[in-house]
């Protein structure tokens, strides 16, 4: 459901582990945990940018930002990604891989 109307959309966090792309084979990201959820976006994003409760963990190098509405999964929502940035203590946007353009729904599904 695109735009579905009187409905705020939820904008799930998942960390993951690590981007391995190998030529033939799957991706390996490792593993993965879907941290929460918040109803505004910048606020997720903050969390990001902060590395809130320590989601890096010392082991999730990256992070996805979806968007979804409340119902069944849809393809083709809304997203973000993110690699965690040392220096700085925080998760900080990156373009999306090419190699995961191919996969749907990190936090859910």
């Known amino acids: 459901m695109k735009n579905p109307k009187n409905r705020k959309p939820y904008w799930f966090i998942t960390v ?3 981007l ?3 030529k033939p084979g799957p991706i390996d990201i490792g593993c993965k ?3 929460g959820f918040f109803l505004n976006k910048q606020i997720a994003l903050d969390v990001l940018h902060t590395n809130s409760t320590d989601m890096h963990e ?3 190098d990256y ?4 968007k979804y509405y409340d119902g069944l999964l849809e393809y083709g929502a809304e997203r973000q990604f993110f690699r ?3 220096e ?5 946007e990156i373009d999306e891989p ?3 353009k191919v996969w749907i729904a990190f936090s859910i599904g």
């Open 16 to 18: 993951f582990e690590k």
């Open 20 to 22: 391995e792309i190998s």
């Open 33 to 35: 945990r879907c941290m």
């Open 58 to 60: 010392f082991c999730y």
């Open 63 to 66: 992070a996805v930002l979806e």
């Open 84 to 86: 965690y940035d040392k």
């Open 88 to 92: 700085k203590n925080g998760f900080f």
């Open 98 to 100: 090419d190699a995961l």
